[in-house]
T-cell receptor, first 113, second 114 residues
């Protein structure tokens, strides 16, 4: 089955810097890769996702890149702000209808002002 | 106001008791999921259901049971057979249309066994 590894487990940056979180996956059949942001005591919120037919997707300060050959994908946050502080999870799935996501263990991002 | 609701937000249970966590969605999604989250861990799948009256075990189904009698509802029962039930439980739902099956999460229920 699918296995997703996420690095780093913690990341501290200064406000305005960029942050990069990386994930690798094992199942070459996986073709859908969402990223979630989770604030303390709340449910995860989808922030961006990418499907295997594209290599990069951007939404304002957030971007995701996908390298299918190497089986890794990354989240890039530019111009970080204190409100970006949260736990970020990557996930992967073969994306057959109704298939559950396989999650990485999360990255705790701290943005200090 | 569309979304996924979970209740209660906090739940306390005595050892040996069964307890049921509620999950309701009004997004007209076919698929629903239950995940368990422990500190420092990712989300682990307990059960999922792709359609009414059908559900499948996830990676950690032992000690849990579910039902899917209505499209909107997917309750999770934590039984006394679950050895370490204290955790944060998250429900999610998604459409089943290919390319439009993003999963959306509820706010979670924190279960503590006393």
């Amino acid at each position: 089955g699918e296995n997703v590894e996420q690095h780093p487990s913690t990341l501290s940056v200064q406000e305005g810097d960029s942050a990069v979180i990386k994930c690798t996956y094992s199942d070459s059949a996986s073709n859908y890769f969402p990223w979630y942001k989770q604030e303390l005591g709340k449910g995860p919120q989808l922030i961006i996702d990418i499907r295997s037919n594209v290599g990069e997707k951007k939404d304002q300060r957030i971007a995701v890149t996908l390298n299918k050959t190497a089986k890794h994908f990354s989240l890039h946050i530019t111009e970080t702000q204190p409100e970006d502080s949260a736990v970020y999870f990557c996930a992967a799935t073969p994306n057959q209808a109704g298939t559950a996501l396989i999650f990485g263990k999360g990255t705790t991002l701290s943005v200090s002002s | 106001d569309g979304g996924i609701t979970q209740s209660p937000k906090y739940l306390f249970r005595k050892e040996g008791q069964n307890v049921t966590l509620s999950c309701e969605q009004n997004l007209n999604h076919d698929a629903m999921y239950w995940y368990r989250q422990d500190p420092g861990q990712g989300l682990r799948l307990i059960y999922y259901s792709q359609i009414v009256n059908d559900f499948q075990k996830g990676d950690i189904a032992e000690g849990y049971s579910v039902s899917r009698e209505k499209k909107e509802s997917f309750p999770l029962t934590v039984t006394s057979a679950q050895k370490n039930p204290t955790a944060f439980y998250l429900c999610a739902s998604s459409p089943r249309d290919r390319g439009k099956d993003t999963q959306y999460f509820g706010p979670g229920t924190r279960l503590t066994v006393l």
